[in-house]
Structure formats: structure tokens, C-alpha cells
Nanobody, 119 residues
């Protein structure tokens, strides 16, 4: 299993942008499907976006479509989540997760990076 480390979170104003990074070690990220999840205080963890091994397929939570972009650079062993037009309701702890080849479950998780959007 790969080890995932997220970075890039912070405190920003509504309407701003942030780019989160998810860097893998201990394995090639190219062998994994990657997703971003988030968890707001007192809320369930929710799926945000996912990308397949080649980057040819991407899927998003409806509320972030058109604002967030998931991408990956397998040569850097890193995935990204570009977040634009941020809203206070995007405030959460953001996690990246990886699923090996065709595995149905995401079984590798990072520790998360906090994103706080002020109004």
C-alpha cells in the first residue's frame, strides 16, 4: 500500500482558490485510482472527486462540479484537487484516498489537510 500525504490547505476568503496535493510514497500512484473526500465538523465524510489511473475518467460531487478539478501527475507520484470559487460550505478536512487497480474500496488514506473558507 502507498503512503499518502496531503498538503495545500489553509484559511481563505470566499471566492478564493486553493490547490491541494496528495503525494504518494512506497509505491507507484499510477497503479491506483485516486479520490478526494472531505469531512466537515459534526458531519459524515463525503466523496468529492475521483480520477482513474490514466486521468481519462473523472467524477465529481454535484456541488463542486464546475468549481473543482481533480488531476494527477503520475511522473511526480502526486494527485491534485484544484478548488476555485470556494464557499464557506466547502470548509472541511480534506483527505485523499487510493484504491489499487480494480479494487472497489479505497483502502489507503492520508491524514487530511484543513480547508477553511471565511465569508
Amino acid at each position: 500500500q502507498v503512503h499518502l500525504v496531503e498538503s495545500g490547505g489553509g484559511l481563505v476568503q470566499a471566492g478564493s482558490s486553493l490547490r491541494l496535493s496528495c503525494t504518494a510514497s512506497g509505491g507507484a500512484i499510477s497503479m491506483y485510482r485516486i479520490a478526494w473526500f472531505r469531512q466537515a465538523p459534526a458531519a459524515e465524510r463525503e466523496f468529492v472527486a475521483q480520477i482513474n489511473w490514466t486521468g481519462g475518467y473523472r467524477h465529481y460531487l454535484d456541488s463542486v462540479k464546475g468549481r473543482f478539478i481533480i488531476s494527477r501527475d503520475n511522473t511526480k507520484n502526486t494527485a491534485y484537487l484544484e478548488m476555485n470559487s470556494l464557499k464557506p460550505e466547502d470548509t472541511a478536512l480534506y483527505f485523499c484516498a487510493a484504491a489499487y487497480l480494480g479494487a472497489p474500496q479505497y483502502d489507503c488514506w492520508g491524514q487530511g489537510t484543513q480547508v477553511t473558507v471565511s465569508s
